[in-house]
Nanobody, 122 residues
Framework: QVQLEESGRPLVQAGGSLRVSCLASGRTFSNYAIAWFRHAPGKERMFVATISRSGGYTSYADSVKGRFTISRDNAKNTVYLQMHSLTVEDTAVYFC???????????????WGQGAQVTVSS
């Protein structure tokens, strides 16, 4: 079992920056790829970014590429999602998820956090 807990500042103005964190506990953190997904009201859950077990490979959704950066610190059991140039369209609940391999598919991830609300105000 892997337990995941997201945290971050819930409210930011459009154009601003925000970092959300995902703290893992349980099994060896470095054995898992980690991804961020988001779910906005009235929309489907959307892949945001993923990072490989070592951190050497990352992948992003087109809508966030160049604005968001995913990183991990295996010594701290933590993955970060740094977000810049935020727009109201980025408003969503952000979830981190852990799985055996990096993928854009939610079904590839076995463990999920409870989610952290991010609201971007205009």
């Amino acid at each position: 079992q892997v337990q995941l807990e997201e945290s971050g500042r819930p409210l930011v103005q459009a154009g601003g920056s925000l970092r959300v964190s995902c703290l893992a506990s349980g099994r060896t953190f470095s054995n898992y790829a980690i991804a961020w997904f988001r779910h906005a009201p009235g929309k489907e859950r959307m892949f945001v970014a993923t990072i490989s077990r070592s951190g050497g490979y990352t992948s992003y959704a087109d809508s966030v590429k160049g604005r968001f950066t995913i990183s991990r610190d295996n010594a701290k059991n933590t993955v970060y999602l740094q977000m810049h140039s935020l727009t109201v369209e980025d408003t969503a609940v952000y979830f981190c998820a852990a799985g055996p391999g990096d993928s854009v598919a939610a079904t590839a991830y076995s463990y999920w956090g409870q989610g952290a609300q991010v609201t971007v105000s205009s």
